[in-house]
């Protein structure tokens, strides 16, 4: 009850835009991000680049979908990667075995993914921190399992081999290169955007509420598990999204897409670039995947690279990268109009 | 009205709340005391749906929310605030209210639409001023100092526009100065507000100079109803609970 300290922070904290401004402010963003990744192909021919952006989006997608589910809402899933092998191996199998047009097998494969994820989320969000880690973890295992066993039908350890069919929907040619460059990029910039919207919509503000404390949001009528449920099928759905890119881009779908390390990979993702902004987990996944490609190149043990380079990050700055350049911006600016 | 009936809780073979049956007429002040260990935290547990009552019945004006969710019991209007602040520790004063009553309008699920919306602003807007916490609206809840992090709480409550409002110690961990100002704002939300208020508080001053009723509990029973001087000359209150505080004997 200090006014004084009340009257000094105001200043120094500026009130927060205007809500609709905010999202035609992402918009605009998003438009020159994709403006921006469209036109490259256009300066370099290099393919390993355009490669690595691909990538980029499907890990992006999946690394940003999960820190819906780790940072705004306090769900440490250890099995999230599940949802990727599922997006990757439904839109495959879907394409292999019906032959339908590429919207229809993608609208599908998300339909699915609702439907897995509804059922494993109402066995999994009643459980605390720890117990709902680590079953996530189990149902991975289990999904993983499957997908090795029911080898008549996933084509068991040898992954969906034959190639996945692409053929062309509205103009657009999957099995080209560049196209298929594009449409990465353009599902990449399409999924943050709904993610933004998710993370900065009232039900975002309602997930801050439950990470910051569940049984408080209780006695303000939030129905805790109906919202920690939904966000674990929202978060699914972008993994997924994640996986069938993956899954375009390999032509193919393979166990490692479902095994728990792709788990691990999103978790390591989010230590790397940090849980506490939007856009985070995309810096983690671009530093990973540059660090894999760079590191793979010069030594076989790799492993032990990246394991530093994380021991560096959870000991050293004990948060991620785009957290620690956030909170170095907000000291400037402090000091700045303290003076 | 808030009518208590027969309302039992037993933990293993202790009864923490013991038949207890008590009205709260619309618009009361009550504050409820007794020794540590008298239920009365349990009481509101039961009350607000945090823990499920054995038996009995918690009827607000003829409904019967013994046993609901808190959610439920919530949105049926009786709010309440915590002994230990319970706030969003990483949202700010501003965001804590506008979220609280997208809660309550029913909008905590919206999607489509950017936090927060339009229609929540006044009433959040309202609160904070009635709580002196306009000024500290960007401030993040964590760096509030303690009575304001009270201050948030009960505000989180009121903002619902509760029937009943449930206080459970608003002046824990306060300096003597600071509790004077917390019951006095409390006091002053009764009587403005006009709603119903159940305070627990552990400091007879308080208690005997601002609540116009008291209940005394003791092992989970009523040992008393009354008003202050009705209270302080109590025998059985006296033996339970005042004459030990006066001798210094730890409760």
Known sequence: MTELEAGRTRTLVPVRGDAGLQRYRDVLIALVAFAVLASLPLFTGSKALLDLVIRCSAYGLFATSLNLLVGYTGLTSFGHGMFFGLGAYSFGLIMQKLGVPIPVAFVATLAITAVVAAIIGAICVRLKEIYFAFVTLAFQMLIHSTILSWASFTGGDQGLRGGIARPRFLGIDLSNHVHLYIASCALLILGLLAMRQIAQSPFGYTLRMIRDNAARASFLGIDVWRAKLTVFVLAALFASMGGMVMALFVSGAYPEFAYWTISGEGIFINMLGGVSTFLGPMVGTVLLLLLNDTVTRFTEYHGIVLGVVILFFALGLRKGLLDFVAEWFAHRRDAGEGR | MLEIRNLAKSFGGVKATNDVTLDFPDGSLTAVIGPNGAGKSTFFN??????????????????????????????????????????????????????????????????????????????????????????????????????????????????????????????????????????????????????????????????????????????????????????????????????????????
């Open chain 2, 46 to 251: 039961l009350i607000t749906g945090a823990l499920k009552p054995d038996s009995g019945q918690v009827l607000l004006d003829g409904v019967d929310l013994a046993g609901r969710s808190p959610p439920e019991i919530v949105r049926h209007g009786i709010g309440r605030a915590f002994q230990v602040a319970s706030i969003f520790k990483s949202l700010t004063v501003q965001e804590t209210m506008l979220a609280a009553v997208s809660a309550d309008q029913r909008s905590s699920a919206v999607l489509h639409r950017r936090f927060p919306l339009p229609e929540t602003r006044d009433r959040a807007e309202h609160v904070m001023e009635l709580l002196g916490l306009a000024g500290k609206r960007n401030r993040t809840a964590a760096t509030l100092s303690h009575g304001d992090q009270k201050l948030l709480d009960i505000a989180l409550a009121l903002v619902l526009e509760p029937k009943v409002l449930l206080l459970d110690e608003p002046t824990a961990g306060m300096g003597p100065e600071e509790r004077w100002r917390m019951i006095d704002k409390v006091r002053e939300l009764w009587e403005t507000q006009k709603i119903t208020v159940v305070f627990i508080e552990h400091d007879m001053d308080i208690v005997f100079k601002i609540a116009p009723k008291i209940v005394v509990l003791c092992y989970g029973r009523i040992l008393a109803i009354g008003t202050p001087d009705e209270i302080r000359n109590d025998s059985a209150v006296i033996e339970a609970y005042l004459g030990t505080e006066h001798a210094g004997a730890a409760a």
